[in-house]
C-alpha cells in the first residue's frame, strides 16, 4: 500500500512512505516495488493527463495487485513481459528509489 504512494501525481513523502516500511530489509522493499507495485501503477505516471492526486484506495491497491501476482502464477508470457520491463521501471523510478532508500537507511540506522 505504502510502495503506490510512489505513483501518485503529486508530492511525495519518501519519509512517509519509509516509515511504513522500514520493517522490512531494503532488499524486500526493493522487490515488491519492481516486481508487484511497479507493473501495476506504472501507467499513472506515463499517462500525459494527471489522473490521480490523493493517492489510491487500499481496495484497489490490494485487489489489482492479487490479479498481478495472479496473472504472474498463470502466465509465463506475462512473466516474461514483466521481466522485460523491470529494467524501464528501474529506469524511471531511479530518483526515486534513491529517496526512498536514503529515507529508510536513515530510520533504520536510528533503530
Given at each position: 500500500m505504502a510502495l503506490s504512494d510512489l505513483f501518485i501525481d503529486n508530492?511525495?513523502?519518501?519519509?512517509?512512505?519509509?516509515?511504513?516500511?522500514?520493517h522490512l530489509p531494503i532488499s524486500e522493499v526493493e522487490r515488491i516495488l519492481f516486481y508487484e507495485v511497479a507493473p501495476v501503477f506504472m501507467s499513472?505516471?506515463?499517462?500525459?493527463?494527471?489522473?490521480?492526486h490523493k493517492g489510491f484506495s487500499e481496495e484497489y491497491v490490494i485487489s489489482s495487485i492479487?490479479?498481478?501476482l495472479l496473472k504472474l502464477q498463470k502466465s509465463w508470457l506475462y512473466r516474461?513481459?514483466?521481466?522485460a520491463k523491470?529494467?524501464?521501471y528501474r529506469f524511471c523510478l531511479k530518483q526515486d528509489w534513491y529517496k526512498l532508500?536514503?529515507?529508510?537507511?536513515?530510520?533504520q540506522t536510528e533503530k
Amino acid at each position: 500500500m505504502a510502495l503506490s504512494d510512489l505513483f501518485i501525481d503529486n508530492e511525495i513523502s519518501y519519509e512517509g512512505i519509509a516509515e511504513r516500511v522500514a520493517h522490512l530489509p531494503i532488499s524486500e522493499v526493493e522487490r515488491i516495488l519492481f516486481y508487484e507495485v511497479a507493473p501495476v501503477f506504472m501507467s499513472n505516471l506515463l499517462t500525459l493527463k494527471a489522473n490521480n492526486h490523493k493517492g489510491f484506495s487500499e481496495e484497489y491497491v490490494i485487489s489489482s495487485i492479487n490479479r498481478h501476482l495472479l496473472k504472474l502464477q498463470k502466465s509465463w508470457l506475462y512473466r516474461k513481459k514483466v521481466a522485460a520491463k523491470i529494467k524501464f521501471y528501474r529506469f524511471c523510478l531511479k530518483q526515486d528509489w534513491y529517496k526512498l532508500v536514503a529515507e529508510l537507511c536513515q530510520l533504520q540506522t536510528e533503530k
